[in-house]
């Protein structure tokens, strides 16, 4: 007699969040409601280029805000000063948002009337790239300050991001920092991935962001 089993597992531990995704785009699609998902390590700019981007929109869109953090309401309080529609999500310990979460994120925001919603991630960069959380395009920003090495150290992150925003492009004179070399490593992980320079605090490279989203969300809405 056997003393244990042996489990076959078939089936991606995946499988179902994925589902939940697509079923949830379809949802957004309906409502002609483009989600965006925005990751990165702490501290690399995220809310001020969230500040940035409803800054440069929000006369031409109706933006909704999801900010995802373990805990605190820090990032809602600082984004609900521009007057877009904001929500914080408590993980409650998890260092990701999968499917399921975000869709009670966006039923506690509320899409109506939402034109672009921007889901801010847990800043991390393992976990948030292994969960589709049903969003329309997804977006990393990497820092200047955090080296141009973590292409090699986090691939997978690179690799499922539709548009990568090398932040703090003014500092670039102080870090030891190789833009070609990171570029040219991205490429290769995701060739058809968009890479845009920019620099939250002083403004650089926001209008190519901003033309970079107005040209998705009107893509969104046409398909």
């Not at 483009?34 to 501290?43: A, R």
């Not at 969230?50 to 031409?60: P, Y």
């Not at 310990?93 to 009337?113: I, R, S």
């Not at 004179?173 to 890479?195: C, H, S, T, Y």
Request: a negative charge; aromatic letters at 6%.
């Amino acid at each position: 007699m056997d003393k244990y089993k042996v489990l076959e597992i078939k089936k991606s531990v995946f499988e179902n969040n994925d589902i939940q995704a697509d079923l949830l785009r379809e949802d957004l699609k309906k409502d002609k409601t483009f989600l965006l998902n925005l990751m990165s390590s702490p501290g690399s700019g995220k809310t001020t280029t969230v500040l940035r981007t409803i800054e440069a929109l929000k006369d031409e869109m109706r933006i909704g805000v999801l900010e995802a953090d373990i805990d605190s309401d820090v990032d809602a309080n600082t984004v609900s000063k521009t007057g877009a529609k904001v929500i914080q999500l408590h993980t409650g310990g998890m260092c990701h948002l999968d499917a399921d979460m975000t869709k009670q994120g966006l039923l506690g925001l509320g899409t109506e009337g939402i034109d672009f919603a921007i889901l801010e991630n847990v800043g991390n960069l393992v976990c948030p790239a292994e969960f589709d959380t049903g969003a329309s395009k997804n977006a990393m920003i990497l820092s200047v300050p955090e080296g141009d090495d973590k292409p090699l150290k986090y691939p997978l992150m690179f690799s499922i991001v539709d548009v990568l925003l090398i932040n703090k492009i003014d500092t670039i004179g102080i870090f030891d920092f190789d833009f070609e070399a990171v570029k040219e490593w991205v490429k290769k992980l995701n060739p058809n991935i968009k890479v845009i320079k920019v620099s939250a605090r002083t403004g650089e490279g926001i209008d190519e962001w901003a033309d970079w989203i107005r040209a998705e969300v009107k893509a969104w809405n046409e398909k």
